[in-house]
């Protein structure tokens, strides 16, 4: 670089001080001053000497408190390698990085150790992902987790990283966009802007949209989930291929083989394998083969990032199970239809996704006929256990019961029993909603859901889970007295409504000021085809498919929302007292489609528990005779009654820890009702040995 250049910068910093000389605005002046030194470095490759090394994180919030003493710890060399980073992001502003700072921030890192670079990035977003919304100059809480500035830096240190293909630099990133949209009651998310970088840069690279697609199945904030898309939309349409088929084939396999994967340590063998959904073992071998309890001493300290490896793999594993489970439970719901081709690849010889479709039924199609079946013993069979012969002309989608004969249906059940197959997604024992007289009388809704009684912050976050968008009614003066839940099924045309209303009492709301209690009423559907809005929808023109599946999720929603399954709500006071009636009516009335599915399962199950002698199966209760006195399990809500006088039994399950029943098969994952009330009846079967005196003391009530 010429001296008539340096002389020109030099200029140019001059006019800078004088322009902020009598101001405050220190920031300003030193963002534009070490731009003008980025740039001397950039050409020259040299520290200008006049560098501001004053480039930090405020210390207005705790995390920048925390950046800045990691960076003060920094030895000089790396100290200012770093000003260099931070005076290149200091400019960072908008949604998107632009195309310059790219440019200098790839120039920087090719002149630095990237390496080190990397390591620092993961160091500071693994702060951010530890974080409490704290202000650390007041010690009161506030608006977020970190300040407008250190945003600013932060989105910066996130775009950084797209100019690194590295899965740890994905992984933290999908944990501090998850941290991000983290929402706080009253606020909303907390740091949405953090969260959006995140999701930029995922979207960059093909090897990290699998990353994306996971975060479009944990995150529930609407706006997010449509951004999400779009990435992925934008992602599959350059290689020319559906979104779900772009998610199918970036699915990471995690090297696994049936379920398991493999590493050795010296002559030691390590065997990490998925138990179920969520749940993963990892178990050392000896050179002799016996196994060993914990790893060896000398992996710990010879193979220690090896190690480490393979438990975040592990930890992998656990949470890519579970999105991949519910991203297959929602095509139930979709009827997608595969190419058998795409379908082998993508599912029934991919590592990780293999554990789950084999224990789903499949229905296979071609252009003369249609044909269902199951993975066993290394193919697939009929009901009949005959092989079946798939080729790759063929199509494959999964199996749904509401489109089979009752027939069918039970003889797939038997066979899961027979077979002891668990399925981890609820399939062959999904409940189904066909339409009733009164249904189809009504026409234009259904009525079947309405006024139940539902907690809004747990309906809001359940709906949002299963994929419907819900605003929350709010009891500030002009807020409505009633809204919809609303699911959009694109697929086919229709959009369903749930309409619910607040549940007006006094101090029925939160200090945000939104209703703690809604109550439900119609769900009916609208036609979206050609644009067409608001358009109802007779619910005989619906598909049977679709009617089965929205019903399924409200009822679902009541069933988990539903203070009539809380055993604490009618003892709350309050509002409780207004609506006793309907707790009373619902913990012990009428069974919907799931306590009827349990009713079928414990029926089946029953005469093999060891309580079968003290059990008596009726339509509604589970009932057992203690021996201090007898007991009524409802089915649906899982409350409990005490005979001679219907003395209701508050129990309340810790589910923080494993329920407490012996080692019983059940054919699907999920139901953890069910679970409390084989749990309960364990318990209650042998009262005379409780212990907690809070159970004691109201069974000795008479």
């Given at each position: 670089?010429?001296?008539?250049?340096?002389?020109?910068?030099?200029?140019?910093?001059?006019?800078?001080?004088?322009?902020?000389?009598?101001?405050?605005?220190?920031?300003?002046?030193?963002?534009?001053?070490?731009?003008?030194?980025?740039?001397?470095y950039l050409y020259t490759g040299k520290v200008a000497p006049s560098f501001n090394q004053s480039i930090y994180f405020s210390n207005k919030d705790e995390l920048g408190v925390l950046f800045n003493r990691h960076i003060n710890q920094m030895p000089d060399k790396e100290r200012n390698d770093w000003f260099l980073i931070m005076a290149c992001i200091q400019n960072v502003s908008g949604s998107k990085p632009t195309a310059r700072f790219f440019k200098e921030t790839e120039k920087l890192i090719q002149n630095i150790d990237k390496q080190w670079i990397k390591d620092c990035l993961l160091l500071f977003l693994a702060l951010f992902i530890q974080q409490e919304n704290k202000d650390v100059s007041t010690g009161y809480w506030y608006h977020g987790i970190v300040t407008e500035l250190n945003k600013e830096y932060i989105k910066g240190l996130i775009w950084l990283c797209t100019s690194f293909k590295d899965k740890h630099i994905w992984q933290t990133l999908t944990k501090v966009c998850e941290r991000a949209y983290r929402k706080t009651p009253g606020i909303g998310p907390e740091a949405p802007?953090?969260?959006?970088?995140?999701?930029?840069?995922?979207?960059?690279?093909?090897?990290?949209?699998?990353?994306?697609?996971?975060?479009?199945m944990r995150i529930r904030q609407p706006n997010t989930k449509t951004l999400i898309e779009k990435y992925l939309t934008e992602a599959a349409q350059k290689l020319g291929i559906s979104t779900s088929e772009l998610e199918d084939i970036v699915n990471n396999?995690?090297?696994?083989?049936?379920?398991?994967?493999?590493?050795?340590?010296?002559?030691?063998?390590?065997?990490?394998?998925?138990?179920?959904?969520?749940?993963?073992?990892?178990?050392?071998?000896?050179?002799?083969?016996?196994?060993?309890?914990?790893?060896?001493?000398?992996?710990?300290?010879?193979?220690?990032?090896?190690?480490?490896e393979l438990k975040n793999t592990a930890?992998?594993?656990?949470?890519?199970l579970t999105v991949q489970r519910d991203r297959l439970d929602s095509e139930l719901k979709l009827n997608r239809i595969h190419r058998y081709t795409h379908f082998k690849t993508c599912f029934l010889e991919h590592g990780l996704m293999s554990f789950i479709t084999k224990k789903l039924i499949w229905e296979f199609s071609d252009n003369t006929h249609s044909f269902t079946g199951i993975w066993l013993n290394g193919g697939f069979v009929d009901l009949d256990e005959q092989p079946i012969e798939v080729t790759d002309q063929q199509s494959v989608k999964l199996w749904h019961p509401a489109l089979h004969s009752p027939e069918e249906v039970r003889k797939w059940r038997d066979f899961l029993n027979k077979h002891q197959i668990i399925q981890p997604v609820k399939q062959a024992y999904r409940e189904i909603y066909l339409l009733t007289d009164a249904e189809i009388n009504t026409r234009m809704y259904s009525n079947r859901m309405a006024a139940h009684i539902l907690k809004q912050y747990q309906f809001n976050s359940l709906a949002k889970l299963r994929g419907w968008a819900y605003s929350p009614l709010n009891a500030h003066d002009g807020g409505n007295d009633f809204t919809f839940a609303k699911l959009h099924l694109p697929q086919y045309h229709l959009k369903a409504e749930y309409r619910v209303s607040n549940v007006n009492a006094n101090d029925a709301w939160s200090d945000a000021g939104i209703w703690l209690y809604i109550t439900t009423d119609q769900v009916r559907f609208l036609s979206t085809e050609n644009g067409r809005l608001d358009e109802t929808v007779p619910l005989t023109e619906v598909p049977r498919l679709v009617f089965s599946e929205i019903m399924r999720d409200v009822d679902l929603f009541v069933g988990v929302a539903g203070v009539g399954n809380d055993p604490n709500w009618r003892d709350s006071g309050g509002i409780a007292n207004h609506y006793r009636n309907?707790?009373?009516?619902?913990?012990?009335?009428?069974?919907?489609?799931?306590?009827?599915?349990?009713?079928?399962?414990?029926?089946?199950?029953?005469?093999?528990?060891?309580i079968a002698p003290v059990a008596e199966?009726?339509?509604?209760?589970?009932?057992?005779?203690?021996?201090?006195?007898?007991?009524?399990?409802?089915l649906q809500s899982t409350n409990?009654?005490?005979?001679?006088?219907?003395?209701?039994?508050?129990?309340?399950?810790?589910?923080?820890?494993?329920?407490?029943?012996?080692?019983?098969?059940?054919?699907?994952?999920?139901?953890?009702?069910?679970?409390?009330?084989?749990?309960?009846?364990?318990?209650?079967?042998?009262?005379?040995?409780?212990?907690?005196?809070?159970?004691?003391?109201?069974?000795?009530?008479?």
């Open positions: 670089m010429s001296k008539r250049f340096t002389d020109i910068l030099d200029a140019c910093k001059e006019t800078v001080k004088r322009r902020y000389e009598n101001t405050n605005q220190f920031t300003e002046k030193n963002k534009y001053i070490n731009r003008i030194d980025t740039v001397f802007a953090i969260g959006n970088a995140c999701l930029y840069v995922l979207a960059q690279h093909t090897e990290s949209i699998s990353y994306l697609s996971r975060l479009k396999d995690f090297e696994l083989t049936n379920g398991q994967l493999i590493r050795f340590f010296d002559d030691y063998k390590a065997i990490l394998k998925i138990e179920q959904i969520g749940k993963t073992s990892l178990n050392w071998y000896k050179p002799d083969g016996t196994p060993q309890k914990t790893e060896p001493g000398f992996v710990k300290e010879k193979y220690r990032e090896q190690l480490i930890k992998q594993i656990q949470t890519n309907y707790w009373q009516s619902y913990s012990f009335g009428e069974i919907g489609e799931i306590g009827k599915i349990r009713h079928e399962i414990i029926a089946g199950l029953l005469p093999k528990l060891k199966l009726q339509e509604r209760f589970l009932v057992i005779k203690g021996r201090l006195r007898t007991y009524k399990i409802h409990i009654l005490m005979s001679p006088n219907d003395q209701y039994l508050c129990i309340v399950p810790d589910r923080s820890k494993p329920m407490s029943f012996e080692n019983v098969f059940l054919p699907f994952e999920g139901d953890s009702g069910l679970s409390i009330i084989l749990s309960k009846a364990f318990l209650l079967a042998n009262d005379d040995k409780i212990t907690d005196t809070t159970i004691i003391r109201q069974i000795n009530q008479q």
